[in-house]
């Protein structure tokens, strides 16, 4: 019921105080020797209306092109969880665009909704951070509205594979033998017979540029020694039951042992999918395992809180215009 209050006091404060929507505009990062090419989009301030545009089953509120409102920008670069999409967690990039955030995210190369061809290989988890490094680059050096950008105010933004994405751009190694607790005799995940075979990535590079993270139920393949390194500010969500590999154990570990202790978030009565946006009702009927929550559960609710404190989190660590 609090929620429920909570986000119709939210929007009600919305309504009466904004007339337009965050700008959306499409974004390719060029191929390079690092990777291909990378498909996204920028959330924006903006002040004029919003339109519906829909994506099949997905529909955004959001002024398409729209002229950024604002100077010197924060940034806050996105990583979306395993066969999932830049799309993911729209509404979230939204409030923080509103709140005079610019937001990238993009689809990771062999693990997104359309290319899953290499999902579950160590060599894609390992080019998820090399991904978000390079989306930095472009953003800060070669995007059309880089002079609307303060490059010392950079956040990350990480769900599920994403969350394990943020925490290695922010200084975290991971162990990756420690993957072999997901590993059965029987199992046909990629990176079990690759960690056997010790074909190993070689170690990360941290992205100095980023000062704060919001890791959101991460996958983790980190202990105490991997987590040591991690000096940003981190507000870290864990859902209540876990899923897609993603156990309350770990996400609780990950916690113990940050060196600094995080702003700490356990969502009651979640999944782990309920980090995902809201879903319309056509993608409801199609994904009910992304789109449906336990009983009694409302994500429309609960998203306007979460999305109230990742948008706190972010104004308190990279400076922000309301």
Not at 236 to 247: C, E, F, I
Request: aromatic share 8%; with cysteine.
């Amino acid at each position: 019921m609090f929620l429920r209050r909570l986000a119709l006091s939210a929007a009600l404060c919305l309504s009466a105080a904004w007339s337009h929507a965050a700008g959306f505009s499409f974004i390719e990062v060029p191929a390079d020797k690092d990777g291909p090419a990378l498909r996204g989009a920028v959330w924006t301030p903006c002040e004029a209306p919003p339109t519906d545009i829909s994506f099949g089953l997905i529909a955004i509120s959001a002024a398409k092109d729209c002229p950024i409102a604002g100077a010197k920008l924060p940034l806050v670069l996105m990583s979306h969880g395993s066969g999932g999409s830049f799309l993911g967690h729209h509404d979230t990039a939204a409030a923080l665009a509103d709140a005079g955030f610019v937001v990238a995210a993009i689809n990771h190369p062999n693990d997104n909704f359309q290319d899953m061809e290499r999902r579950g290989h160590l060599s894609t988890l390992a080019a998820r951070p090399i991904d978000m490094r390079r989306l930095a680059d472009h953003m800060l050096g070669a995007w059309p509205h880089r002079a609307k950008l303060t490059a010392d105010q950079v956040g990350f933004f990480g769900f599920s594979r994403g969350g394990f994405t943020g925490l290695v751009a922010t200084g975290a190694v991971p162990d990756y033998k420690l993957g072999l607790r997901f590993c059965t005799p029987a199992s046909r995940i990629p990176f079990c017979g690759q960690i056997q075979r010790q074909e190993l990535p070689a170690p990360p590079v941290r992205d100095a540029r980023i000062k704060a993270a919001v890791i959101v139920d991460p996958l983790s393949f980190f202990d105490a020694e991997g987590l040591k390194q991690v000096a940003v500010p981190v507000q870290l969500w864990a859902s209540a039951r876990g899923g897609d590999g993603v156990m309350p154990d770990d996400v609780e570990a990950v916690r113990r042992n940050l060196p600094t202790p995080p702003d700490w978030h356990v969502a009651a009565n979640t999944g782990h999918f309920a980090f995902l946006a809201p879903c319309a009702p056509a993608m409801a009927k199609v994904l009910p395992e992304i789109c449906n929550d336990g009983a009694g559960f409302d994500r429309v609710a609960f998203h306007a809180d979460f999305n109230a404190k990742v948008l706190a989190f972010f104004r308190q660590h990279l400076a922000s215009k309301p």
